[in-house]
């Protein structure tokens, strides 16, 4: 009894060190209801942080332009002048692309994820195989490997229907959020207590009941928040398909200071208000996640 309790105050001493220790490493894979990390760097920006930023941002380019011929307030005017062309036709076009592929994304995300938790083993392993494989690919790969496999256009009935580069990219975008959303699903599901389970196969409820009646309702307030975290990381990338030659607000903005001449004093004022609409939009989107993140924690 003595040496049990001598080793039992020994390990006591050793817990309540305040010597920098190596703490145990937590590994959350994804698809955890509480695997909101963007939403939580998003939000983590403070109204006098933003305010210092703006600041810098408006002071520098001064600084930078100051033995330049070519002033702050003609790239400013510049930037007015073009600023409806920019938003109505660029950055909508964005958004377009951002819902789009959030809609085809979650359903098919939402199978996929259904068919990880199926019970038929071949369908399991390879709904896991697919989501996987796009869950872990560069997007912008994918979105080169769609460009180039889809065709240009299609015919049907001795009709000629051309695709759109911008769908063609919606198509390539949906691919990662599907396997991000599938894992959302199967992270949700899992996370249910098996009591629930057990509970619905004493009333004799059947699989497809358990898991639409019992399981999914349950799911739909956990799935909430991530889905919205991801919904802000896709509108953050859309960017990323201006490499292929989508009109939006990139493209835009290099040929709207083409127009202009190509002054590099536009560089700052152009691509600076896309990174102030874009947190515009996407800052409030991360704040709302946050605090359904709260709302709908489960408590165990």
């Not at 560069?138 to 180039?148: A, K, R, S």
Request: glycine share 4%; aromatic share 14%; with cysteine.
């Amino acid at each position: 009894m003595t040496s049990v309790s001598k080793s039992g105050a020994a390990r006591n001493r050793f817990n309540a060190t305040n010597l920098a220790v190596l703490k145990p490493f937590k590994f959350n894979p994804a698809g955890q209801v509480q695997d909101l990390q963007f939403s939580h760097w998003l939000a983590e920006f403070s109204p006098r942080s933003l305010l210092i930023i703006a600041l810098l941002f408006l002071l520098w380019p001064g600084f930078a332009m100051a033995q330049s011929n070519y002033s702050f307030a003609q790239a400013l005017d510049a930037l007015w002048r073009w600023l409806p062309f920019i938003v109505t036709k660029g950055f909508l076009l964005n958004l377009i692309v951002s819902f789009l592929t959030m809609f085809i994304g979650t359903i098919a995300g939402v199978l996929l994820g259904l068919g990880q938790v199926s019970p038929l083993r071949p369908l399991a392993r390879l709904s896991w195989f697919i989501t996987q494989l796009f869950r872990n690919s560069p997007w912008l790969v994918l979105l080169f490997i769609v460009m180039l496999a889809l065709p240009f256009e299609i015919e049907i009935g001795g009709e000629v229907y051309p695709i759109p580069d911008w769908l063609k990219a919606v198509f390539g975008l949906a691919l990662p959020i599907m396997a991000n959303i599938s894992e959302i699903v199967r992270g949700a599901i899992v996370s249910v207590p098996t009591g629930q389970w057990e509970a619905a196969e004493s009333l004799a409820y059947s699989r497809q009941q358990t898991l639409w009646m019992v399981i999914l309702p349950q799911c739909f307030k956990r799935m909430i928040p991530p889905w919205m975290n991801w919904y802000a990381i896709l509108t953050m990338a859309t960017p990323l398909i201006s490499l292929l030659g989508v009109e939006e607000i990139i493209t835009l903005s290099r040929q709207a200071m083409e127009a202009e001449d190509n002054h590099p004093e536009l560089l700052v004022p152009f691509f600076g208000f896309a990174l102030i609409i874009f947190f515009a939009y996407c800052y409030p989107i991360a704040r709302l996640t946050i605090r359904l993140e709260k709302r709908f924690v489960v408590r165990q």
